[in-house]
């Protein structure tokens, strides 16, 4: 089902089998994990004194997520969040002598 927000809730009827709910509950929660990632990563943003890259996003992560994540998560979170037109790209640093891109939250 969609929702004005363009949130989508997805329910299973109560005449499919106990593995339908199951996948709908699994699809639900992921998108609560997305929904939580997204304010994490525009919450560093924030927080931070200059524009951050997806390295230094990473560094922060950890204490903000409050438990075990994936390598990939931060980066994927501000993907998501400049879909959303929440981060935006802010210019660009130096990791590792490598040029890479900042974000900042809008």
Do not use: Q
């Amino acid at each position: 089902m969609f929702h004005k927000s363009g949130k989508v809730t997805v329910r299973a009827r109560a005449s499919d089998p106990e593995t339908s709910h199951m996948a709908a509950a699994e699809l639900n929660g992921k998108e609560a994990k997305v929904a939580r990632s997204i304010a994490v990563a525009v919450t560093l943003l924030k927080a931070a004194p200059h524009p951050l890259n997806d390295f230094e996003l990473a560094a922060r992560w950890g204490a903000a997520w409050g438990g075990p994540f994936s390598n990939s998560l931060p980066s994927k979170a501000r993907l998501w969040a400049c879909e959303r037109k929440l981060v935006r790209h802010a210019g660009y640093n130096l990791h590792n002598r490598r040029t890479v891109m900042t974000w900042t939250a809008v």
